[in-house]
């Protein structure tokens, strides 16, 4: 058989059907929504345009939505009402609030990579394989060290303004099923997929010596 009948064959049998072309070009759109809609909410929460607003580390305390669960704040309320006010135009807490935002953008990208790479039929290849992994590290990461990294500001700050308020440092750590096993299975995503990432490197150094 010819090449380039043999290259026509093979592009033709590795072609992905139909049905996941279109789910990973929706997916990969609806990445991209994701992403704008994280931009504006970063704009936002840096420019303080929708003013103080509800304090993320405490909506975040109520529903427990992260694995690690730290809360500061003031005894009197009315000090309290008064101080997020001025939390809000702390620039290190600003900056704080960005690291989720950050990561969540990271982690869109790379799924957007990965979803490239499937609609294109390239399943092992090492891009495709790259982006599941760094997906998998940025939903570690958004779960366990952007929560730390968001409420250091915070506690700064509140140590800073407290004065003669007494100040209750509230720290809790408990284990939130479905986060954990969101936890696990994306330590194991990132495992796999750092191994196959190798693979795939090895297998394109040995095609370059072929």
Request: charged share 20%.
């Amino acid at each position: 058989m010819d090449e380039p009948v043999r290259s026509a064959v093979q592009d033709a049998v590795e072609r992905p059907p139909a049905a996941i072309r279109w789910m990973a070009r929706v997916l990969c759109w609806v990445c991209w929504i994701g992403i704008a809609a994280a931009l504006w909410g970063a704009a936002v929460g840096l420019f303080n345009l929708s003013g103080p607003g509800i304090d993320r580390t405490e909506s975040d305390a109520e529903g427990f939505s992260t694995l690690i669960n730290f809360n500061a704040r003031l005894y009197d309320g009315a000090a309290h009402a008064r101080a997020l006010v001025g939390l809000h135009q702390d620039i290190l807490y600003r900056i704080g609030g960005l690291v989720p935002i950050a990561l969540y953008i990271w982690a869109l990208l790379s799924a957007r990579r990965s979803f490239i790479g499937v609609g294109r039929g390239e399943y092992f290849a090492r891009p495709t394989v790259v982006g599941l992994r760094n997906l998998a590290l940025a939903v570690l990461l958004y779960h366990t060290v952007a929560p730390i990294l968001e409420i250091i500001p915070r506690v700064l700050y509140f140590i800073r303004v407290k004065d003669d308020q007494k100040a209750e440092l509230d720290f809790s750590m408990g284990i939130n099923e479905p986060v954990m096993l969101m936890l696990v299975f994306a330590g194991a995503v990132a495992l796999v997929s750092s191994v196959m990432a190798h693979a795939a490197k090895i297998a394109e150094e040995n095609r370059q010596f072929v």
